[in-house]
């Protein structure tokens, strides 16, 4: 029984641990998730619907597609993107999003601390692992 | 379950979810995803229960639509600092009703919550109270009068208190629930303000 309780202990730390990691995990994606929106607008404007789909299609970057929507809404608020209503062939009018020169300047600047966080964060985890592989 | 009644279903449980959000943010978010699902079954890309899953849990979109309660304090909160002040006149009960309300709040943080509580226990009802048991209430009248003259009282503080000094504390202890209750008002705007930068900033530069 009191085994059972330590192991059961355990197990339950274990899966604590692993949620804070997922939690992380999925923080560090929401971080990130409006600089992949204002990429995928870089080259060109898309529609709502074309650019949720894009990214869902994007494997573990979005958990919930819904989400996007007012993310979108709150990098129009910030000046980030700009939209336009046009007319659809089938249907009502659809809600098209572009890049302002903000949202171009904020991805110019994320492009780049990206890129060196990457970079530093890969040397850390190289250098740890080959120090773990290096002691036999 | 029909595709319609699915949709309107889950379009029902965004708008409940989304309740609390300013009125023209609410209804773009229900236009957008109502329309995302219009899209989506016109495509007919997946059934459209995949498709719903695909959005996610209404509640996690309203959420993430920002602070739920906009720049206002909201009902609870509004409902809070008006028992606050006048609550003690509802047998005082309403006064520690107000007092819950303030203290499970996440609107105010603990100095403000502290500031509610203390200015004053029992907010205006106490006020009477406070003038009978306080300072003011040992006023000590000495009358004099007789036959032929009019009536003169004076009255001066127990505590030798001027009367103009009375006035001022009265003065202050009237208003100071009513400056309670604006710093309050105040402060849960910053915090709903606050709720809204907590979601990734852009970075500049």
Known sequence: MVADNASHNRASAEAVDAAAGQGQVAQMRRGVLPYCVLAMLRDGERYGFELVQALGAVDGMVTSQGTIYPLLARLRRQGLVGTSWRESNAGPPRRYYHLTAAGRGALAGFSRDWAQLREG???????????????? | MTDDQLAAAYLRR?????????????????????????????????????????????????????????????????????????????????????????????????????????????????????????????????????AGRPTVCTSTGASGMPGWLEVLLLVITVLAPAAMAIRLVYSARRVAGNAESLLPEPMHG
């Open chain 1, 121 to 136: 964060v890969d040397a850390l985890l190289t250098r740890s692992r080959t120090g773990k592989e290096g002691t036999p």
């Open chain 2, 14 to 146: 965004l708008r409940r979810a989304a309740r609390g959000l300013p009125r023209a943010r609410r209804k773009e978010l229900l236009d957008e995803i109502a329309d995302h699902i219009a899209q989506a079954r016109a495509a007919g890309v997946a059934p459209l229960p995949d498709v719903l899953c695909g959005l996610g849990d209404p509640e996690e979109i309203a959420a993430a639509a920002g602070p739920v309660r906009g720049a206002r304090p909201g009902v609870a909160g509004a409902a809070a600092i008006a028992l606050l002040l006048f609550g003690g006149f509802i047998f005082l009960v309403g006064w520690f009703a107000g007092l819950v309300l303030l203290w499970v709040s996440p609107r105010w943080r603990w100095p403000d919550k502290l500031l509610g509580t203390l200015v004053w226990p029992g907010g205006y009802a106490a006020i009477p109270l406070l003038a009978v048991i306080g300072p003011a209430g040992h006023t000590s009248e000495v009358c004099g009068g007789g």
